[in-house]
């Protein structure tokens, strides 16, 4: 697939996911950077000390997110605020879970289509 990496500007992506460790937390916010989405994506081994250190992420491509984790692009219009916790089973992606409702929920709930 053919990504037009101008139309989605930069995530910001733990350098552990990029190591092939599996994503945990996704969550945007309105960035004071015009070339960042908002997105912030982790890997299930960061905890707070390597999350303070901004030496442990790097601003990467939607093509480069899409190789990682497809499922972002259908994310990628979600609100500033979404904030999500990756579901696993048996170390396949399963679905998500809204922090902020403290429930599941789908892809169109994320993005309320």
Excluded: C
Excluded at 40 to 56: F, G, H, L, Q, V
């Amino acid at each position: 697939m053919k990504i037009d990496n101008s139309l989605y500007g930069g995530f910001i992506v733990s350098k552990n996911v990029l190591d092939g460790i599996p994503i945990r937390y996704s969550y945007r916010e309105k960035s004071p950077i015009k070339e960042l989405n908002g997105w912030t994506i982790m890997s299930e081994k960061d905890d707070d000390e390597y999350a303070n250190n901004p030496n442990n992420f790097l601003i990467v491509t939607a093509e480069t997110l899409f190789i990682i984790a497809p499922v972002m692009l259908e994310l990628f219009d979600a609100p500033y605020g979404t904030d999500l916790f990756w579901k696993y089973e048996k170390g396949v992606h399963i679905g998500f879970y809204d922090l902020k409702e403290n429930q599941d929920v789908t892809i169109e709930n994320i993005v309320k289509i």
